[in-house]
C-alpha cells in the first residue's frame, strides 16, 4: 500500500510541524537535562572528574551500588520466572489476583516503599527488638538497602515475561511433557530459549532500576556515609554539600549506564521485537 | 455516470502493478474487475476512487477529469473488503457519518438524516438495528451495514473491494443477490474486485479480465466465456 | 477461571494443568509477594490503625499535609495532562512517519525509565534553574521555572513522558488505514478524521497512560526535591513531607500521610485495571 495517499495523509506542511514540535518537546524535557550531566561533570576538566571518582566515599558508593545490583536482580530475575511459570502454565484460582499484585510495587511511591521496611526492621518496628536482641541490623544498613531495591524492582521482569508467554501459550511445554521430559528440562530447553530475549529485557530493567533507586532507599539507608551511600545517595549527598562537580561526576557514571541500558534495549527491540511482550511498561 | 479509464500506470517500486490500463465503462454498468490476486484489480479500484495515485494516466468521471481530485471530492462509494466499520459507534451513525461530515450548508437536517439512516436499513435488510454496534453483529450483517454507509451520501459511483470475501459461502450467495437487487433498484455505477469468476459472471453486466497488470478482456460475460481473447483468459477459467 | 491465560479447550481435568512445578513455583511466587510486598504493607496499616482516629486524621489531615497532597496531585495531574496531549503527539510522530533520527527519537523516550531518579533531578534543576541553559533566557521575562511547583510539573513532565508514548503506539500501529480510507470515501477531511474517527480508537490508551503517569507523578521523589524548592505550604510535596516527618522520628504522622498515599495509588490502579480491563472486553468483542 502506497504511502503517499494523500487523501489519507498530512500536508508535509503539518507533518514537518509535527515532527519538528515532537523532536523540540524531546529535546527540551529529555536531552538537556541529559547533555547537562555530562556538561556540569566534566565542567573542570577531566582530572577533576577521575578524582571525585576514586575519592574513597564515592568508590564505597560504587560498590555499594553493584552489590546490591549483584544481589536483587538475581532475587527478583528468578521469583519472576517462577511467578510467570506459575501463571502462565497453570490455572487456579486467584491468578489474577497474583498477577494484580506483583503490579502494585509500580504505583506504590518509593518513599512509602522505604516507610514500610522501617516500620518492620527499625528499632521501633515489629521486629526491632529481636533484631537488637540478635545484634542484627537490617535498617540502617546494607540489608535494609537490598530489601528496599527488591520491593521497588520486584514487577520488571514478571510484567515483561507474562504477556509474552501467554502469548506463546502451552503448546510446546505440554507436548515435551508428552515426549517424557520432566519438569526441568521442560522449563531448560523448551521455555527459557523462546523467553531468552524478553528475559533480558526485563533484567536490564530491573538493574537499570536497582542501580538508580533513590527514595525507597534513601528511607532506609540513613545516610552514613561511606557505609550505606549508594550512588544515588552519594549524589545527592555531594549536591547538598554544593560540591557539585563531584555530584555530577557520579551522576554521570549513572546517566552512562543509562544510556548502555537504552542502547542494549534498542538493539533487542530492533532484532527481537517479535519475541518481546507488546505490553506498555 | 460513465467512468473512462485512460492508460493508467502504476508501480511499487520496481513492480508494475498496472501497465497502461484503460476501460470504459457505461452509466448504470455493474463491472467486475477480475483476477489472480497481484493482477492489479484492487489497485486500480484503489486508484479510481482516490485512494492511490497513480504515474501517469487519467481517471474521468461523467467525462470530468477526476485524476488529481481527493476522494472526499469524487462522489463515491466505497465498501471495503474488511467492512472498516466505525466499530465505537451504533450502526445508525456509522451510516449517516458521511452525511454529518458535510459542511453547515450542505449538511441535511437532522430528520432528513434520520429518516435517510432508516431508509438504507430497509434497503439493505436491516430494519431496527440502528443501536446495535458492529460488534453485536455478524459478517454478513457488518457489510450490509458498510453498504447502507456507502449509499448514504447518493454517490454516482459505487466501488466494492472483495466485498464478500471473508464471508462464508452461503451468506455470500444471499449478499451476492442483495447487491444486484440494490445496484438495480438505485441504478448505480458499480466496479467490484473479485478473484472468484463465479460470482463475476453471476453478477456483472461485463467483466474485466486482469493479469500481471493488464487488462486481457473486457466483455460481456457470455462474450468472455464463449471467446475468450487469450490463453491467459482461457487458462484463469478453468 | 481468571481471564489472563491462554487456556487450551478440552484439557481441563482438574483445576491445575498438566504441566509440573506449580507447587514449586506458586510456593516462591507467594514466598517472595508475602515476605517482599504484603508484610510491609500489613505493618504500614498496622501502625496506621495504632493511632487512633483522632490522631491519624490530624496527622494524615494536617494543613501542611493537605498542602502536599494538593502539590503533589496537582501537578502530577497537570504533568500527566501535558504528557497525553505531547505523548500523544510523539507517539504520532513516531509510527506514522519515516524521518532522519526516528529512531534515536523512539530510543530516547525511553530515558526516564532508565535514568536514575536522583541523577535526573540535578539534571533538571541544572537546565531550569536561573543560571541554567533554559532557565537564564527565562528569566530575563521574569519567570522562574524551578524551587517552585513549576519545577515539580517539569519534574513530572519528565518522569511521565514514557507512559503516554509507550501505551499509545502499539494501538496506533496496529490501526491500519482502512478505517481512515472509509471516512476519505465518505467525504470526511483530515481534521475530522483525526477527530472522529482516530482519537476514539486510542482514547482508552490515552487514558491508560494518563492514569499510570499521573499515578507515578503522585509518588515521586528522587527527581523533584532537587527542582522543588521544598518549602512547607508552598513547594513541599507529600513524599517528602513524609521524609521530614522521620527526620523528626514522627513516625507516626509519617505513616499517617504514607496511608493516605498508598490508598491513592491503589485505588488507581485498581480503576486502572478496571479500565484496562472493560478495554480488553470491548476489543475482542
Known amino acids: ?281 | 455516470m460513465t467512468i473512462t479509464v485512460r492508460n493508467i500506470v502504476k508501480g511499487f517500486g520496481n513492480y508494475p502493478a498496472l501497465r497502461s490500463v484503460s476501460l470504459d465503462i457505461e452509466d448504470g454498468a455493474f463491472v467486475a474487475l477480475l483476477g489472480p490476486s497481484g493482477s492489479g484489480k484492487t489497485t486500480l479500484l484503489r486508484i479510481i476512487a482516490g485512494l492511490e495515485t497513480a504515474e501517469s494516466g487519467q481517471i474521468l468521471f461523467g467525462g470530468e477529469d477526476v485524476t488529481d481530485r481527493a476522494p472526499q471530492d469524487r462522489g463515491i462509494g466505497f465498501v471495503f473488503q474488511n467492512y472498516a466499520l466505525f466499530r465505537h459507534m451504533t450502526v445508525e451513525h456509522n451510516i449517516a457519518f458521511g452525511l454529518e461530515v458535510m459542511k453547515r450548508g450542505q449538511r441535511p437536517a437532522s430528520n432528513a438524516i434520520k429518516a435517510r439512516v432508516e431508509e438504507l436499513l430497509e434497503l439493505v435488510q436491516l430494519p431496527g438495528y440502528g443501536k446495535r454496534y458492529p460488534s453485536q453483529l455478524s459478517g454478513g450483517q457488518r457489510q450490509r451495514v458498510a453498504l447502507a454507509r456507502a449509499l448514504a451520501r447518493e454517490p454516482s459511483i459505487l466501488l466494492l473491494d472483495e466485498p464478500f470475501g471473508a464471508l462464508d459461502a452461503k451468506v455470500r450467495r444471499e449478499l451476492r443477490e442483495a447487491l444486484r437487487e440494490i445496484h438495480d433498484r438505485v441504478g448505480l455505477t458499480s466496479i467490484f474486485v473479485t478473484h472468484d469468476y463465479e460470482e463475476a459472471f453471476a453478477l456483472a453486466d461485463k467483466v474485466a479480465i486482469l493479469g500481471q497488470g493488464k487488462i486481457e478482456q473486457f466483455d460481456t460475460p457470455e462474450a468472455v466465456q464463449q471467446h475468450p481473447a487469450n490463453d491467459y483468459v482461457r487458462e484463469f477459467l478453468s | 477461571m481468571a481471564t489472563a491465560a491462554v487456556s487450551l479447550p478440552g484439557k481441563r481435568r482438574g483445576r491445575h494443568s498438566p504441566l509440573p512445578g506449580l507447587p514449586l513455583t506458586l510456593g516462591i511466587t507467594v514466598a517472595w509477594l508475602s515476605i517482599l510486598l504484603l508484610l510491609p504493607l500489613v505493618a504500614l496499616f498496622a501502625k496506621s490503625l495504632t493511632l487512633g482516629p483522632g490522631h491519624f486524621f490530624e496527622a494524615a489531615f494536617s494543613r501542611r499535609a493537605i498542602a502536599s497532597y494538593e502539590l503533589s496531585f496537582g501537578a502530577a495531574l497537570v504533568a500527566a495532562g501535558v504528557n497525553a496531549v505531547f505523548g500523544l503527539l510523539v507517539a504520532w510522530v513516531l509510527v506514522r512517519y519515516r524521518f532522519p533520527g526516528r529512531r534515536l527519537l523512539g530510543a530516547l523516550v525511553d530515558l526516564p525509565f532508565a535514568l536514575p531518579t536522583a541523577v535526573a533531578g540535578i539534571a533538571l534543576t541544572a537546565v531550569y534553574a536561573d543560571t541554567g541553559w533554559v532557565g537564564k533566557p527565562v528569566a530575563a521575562f521574569g519567570i522562574k521555572l524551578a524551587y517552585n511547583p513549576i519545577g515539580v510539573v517539569i519534574a513530572l513532565t519528565f518522569i511521565g513522558l514514557p507512559f503516554v508514548v509507550r501505551t499509545v503506539e502499539p494501538v496506533l500501529a496496529d490501526m491500519g488505514r482502512g478505517l481512515e480510507e472509509a471516512a476519505a470515501t465518505l467525504g470526511a477531511r483530515r481534521w475530522t478524521i483525526f477527530r472522529r474517527v482516530i482519537l476514539p480508537e486510542i482514547f482508552p490508551a490515552i487514558v491508560t497512560g494518563f492514569a499510570l503517569a499521573f499515578a507515578r507523578g503522585v509518588g515521586e521523589y528522587g527527581s523533584v526535591i532537587f527542582i522543588a524548592g521544598n518549602m512547607p505550604f508552598k513547594s513541599e510535596i507529600a513524599p517528602l513531607l513524609i521524609v521530614t516527618k522521620l527526620e523528626e522520628y514522627d513516625y507516626a504522622g509519617a505513616t499517617a500521610i504514607a496511608t493516605v498515599l498508598l490508598l491513592a495509588s491503589l485505588v488507581l490502579l485498581l480503576l486502572i485495571n478496571l479500565w484496562q480491563g472493560r478495554e480488553l472486553k470491548r476489543r475482542s468483542a
Request: proline share 4%.
Open chain 1, 1 to 281: 500500500m502506497s504511502a503517499k495517499n494523500a487523501a489519507v495523509t498530512e500536508s508535509l506542511l503539518t507533518k514537518t510541524i509535527l515532527i519538528l514540535v515532537a523532536v523540540a518537546y524531546v529535546a527540551l524535557i529529555l536531552v538537556l537535562p541529559l547533555a547537562s550531566v555530562f556538561s556540569e561533570a566534566f565542567r573542570h576538566g577531566i582530572a577533576a572528574f577521575k578524582a571525585a571518582i576514586v575519592e574513597p566515599d564515592a568508590l564505597a558508593a560504587i560498590q555499594l551500588t553493584l552489590t546490591v545490583a549483584a544481589i536483587s536482580v538475581p532475587i527478583n530475575m528468578v521469583c519472576g520466572l517462577a511467578a510467570a511459570w506459575a501463571v502462565t502454565k497453570h490455572d487456579f484460582r486467584g491468578k489474577q489476583l497474583l498477577i494484580s499484585l506483583i503490579d502494585v510495587p509500580f504505583s506504590i511511591s518509593p518513599v512509602v516503599a522505604g516507610l514500610m521496611y522501617l516500620l518492620l526492621f527499625g528499632a521501633q518496628g515489629w521486629f526491632g527488638e529481636w533484631l537488637l536482641a540478635h545484634d542484627i541490623r537490617i535498617a540502617f544498613a546494607k540489608p535494609g538497602i537490598v530489601l528496599a531495591t527488591l520491593i521497588v524492582t520486584l514487577p520488571f521482569v514478571a510484567r515483561e515475561l507474562i504477556p509474552l508467554m501467554q502469548a506463546q501459550g502451552r503448546e510446546e511445554e505440554e507436548a515435551a511433557l508428552t515426549l517424557g521430559a520432566p519438569g526441568w528440562r521442560i522449563f531448560l530447553w523448551v521455555t527459557l530459549p523462546n523467553i531468552r530475549w524478553g528475559l533480558l529485557y526485563g533484567v536490564l530493567l530491573t538493574n537499570a532500576r536497582a542501580m538508580g533507586e533513590f527514595g525507597a532507599v534513601s528511607v532506609i539507608s540513613g545516610h552514613i556515609r561511606g557505609e550505606t551511600n549508594t550512588m544515588p545517595l552519594q549524589v545527592e549527598v555531594l549536591y547538598n554539600e554544593y560540591n557539585f562537580a563531584a555530584a555530577f561526576a557520579v551522576a554521570s557514571l549513572l546517566a552512562g549506564l543509562a544510556l548502555v541500558t537504552l542502547v542494549v534495549k534498542t538493539l533487542l527491540e530492533w532484532r527481537h521485537g517479535d519475541q518481546l511482550a507488546a505490553a506498555g511498561h
